[in-house]
């Protein structure tokens, strides 16, 4: 046999032939067998020289190679039942010179051995490949939703009311809170809540970043763009939330280099990989948080005054826990029900004696902080009723005193957490000085020694009007 000049042996392809796992049968326009493999004769108990000549029928049960051998139409991945097995065939007219000559037909899994053999090798990787895409699915979809947002004070309410009605849009939004407050769970809540909620929606932490590899982790690099570069190159953080949402959390703490790049995707919506050549138009929103100050950071300029109006389409405040004591213990409750999912317990509740004790603290840690609190609780309980003694010595110790009626004899006055103490002596200052200055903002601040818009961040953390 000779084809474009290669030299192929008869016997060298009759062995290859013989060696694939297809089985394999050729039959001319009127459905004589002119050529059956050993093997496939192997398995029908026949000779190979007793198929030869005969009509395919009286050879194969159930075959239909005389029909395609017939009319020229492929019949592909077709089920056909043989001495009890049931087998793939698939069946190909043969053409020569745009002249139906016969047709080739092969079968795989000759046996119900052969068939499990074949799915013991191929199920492990079919089971390793829906790992991965369920695990990349789930790391990049939404947790959360606005109805996981629980709470009825008025500044949460409000925070979450924008939130709400900000997902609808395709413009940057900024979200501001203290640390452990919730930024992110409103940023899953705002892409769930948007039309870009069936596509990916991807985390990136600008402060748990080492500042040399933030660059290749957002926009990507290209194979031999540095020294341990990946082969192929790698999808930057953009690339991958293409259509979707990327979260930049702690934005605050990107250095003003990366600033200068995040800006420019910002305004002309393209990436270019580290090493590439030629910009690639990527289509995501940007939610961006931080615990920092922006404004004051752009005053002392480590923080980029175009970016900030680039992030600061929607503005976000999430108010600290410390302002939200009438949601406290319902959010306690709904903290309590997540942990007994993850420590296998039911019906955890928490007694009357630790809600002066909750109410009480300051919570500089916001809800993370009260979180832990009550998964340490957990941890020491015997039964299902958290007490005061299950809490930490820090909440304890700052226990209300009763209400006594008459003229209760003089106490110490008990010593308040330095942060609580601080913020206290803090907004004490800021009243005093817009007396002093009569409610003029600006001769307030100039008294204080601090600058006019952080004058007004204080004055709004504090609540005081002006």
Known sequence: MVHKGIALPVEWMEEVINLVAERLVVVDRDGIIKYMDSAYCDFLDIRPSHSIGRHVTEVIENTRMHIVSNTGIPEISSVQSIKGSEMIANRYPIFIDNELKGAAGTVIFRNPQEWLDYSEKIQPLLDELNYYKRRYTKENSSKYTFR???????????????????????????????????????????????????????????????????????????????????KGGKKGKFELGHKGTVFLDEIGDMPLPMQSKLLRFLQEKEIERIGGQMPKAVDVRIIAATHRN?????????????????????????????????????????????????????????????????????????????????????????????????????????????????????????????????????????????????????????????????????CRMYHIKI
Not at 299 to 308: A, H
């Open 148 to 230: 996981d947002l629980a709470g009825k004070n008025k500044a949460f309410t409000a925070a979450k009311a924008l939130a709400e009605r900000g997902s609808c849009s395709q413009s940057s939004l900024l979200i501001i809170g203290e640390s452990g407050t919730g930024k992110e769970l409103f940023a899953h809540s705002i892409h769930h809540n948007s039309t870009r909620s069936r596509f990916p929606f991807i985390r990136v932490n600008c402060a748990s970043i080492p500042e040399h590899l933030l660059e290749s982790e957002l926009f990507g690099y290209e194979e031999g763009a540095f020294t341990g570069a990946s």
């Open 294 to 458: 922006l404004e004051e950071m752009v005053n002392e300029g480590t923080f980029r005054q175009d970016l900030y109006y680039r992030l600061n389409v929607l503005k976000i405040e999430i108010p600290p826990l410390r302002e939200r004591k009438d949601d406290l213990m319902e959010i306690a409750n709904l903290l309590l029900k997540k942990l007994e999912k993850k420590f296998f317990r039911q019906n955890i509740s928490l007694s009357k004696s630790t809600e002066p004790l909750l109410l009480n603290h300051s919570w500089p840690g916001n809800i993370r902080e009260l979180e832990n609190v009550l998964e340490r609780a957990i941890n020491i309980l015997d039964g299902h009723i958290i007490s005061a003694e299950h809490l930490p010595l820090y909440l304890q110790d700052a226990a209300v005193p009763a209400p006594v009626i008459g003229n209760p004899p003089r106490e110490e006055e008990p010593v308040k957490p330095l942060k609580e103490t601080m913020a206290a002596a803090e907004k004490e200052a800021l009243e005093r000085a817009l007396k002093k200055a009569q409610g003029s903002k600006q001769l307030a601040a100039r008294l204080l020694g601090i600058g006019k818009t952080s004058f007004y961040d204080k």
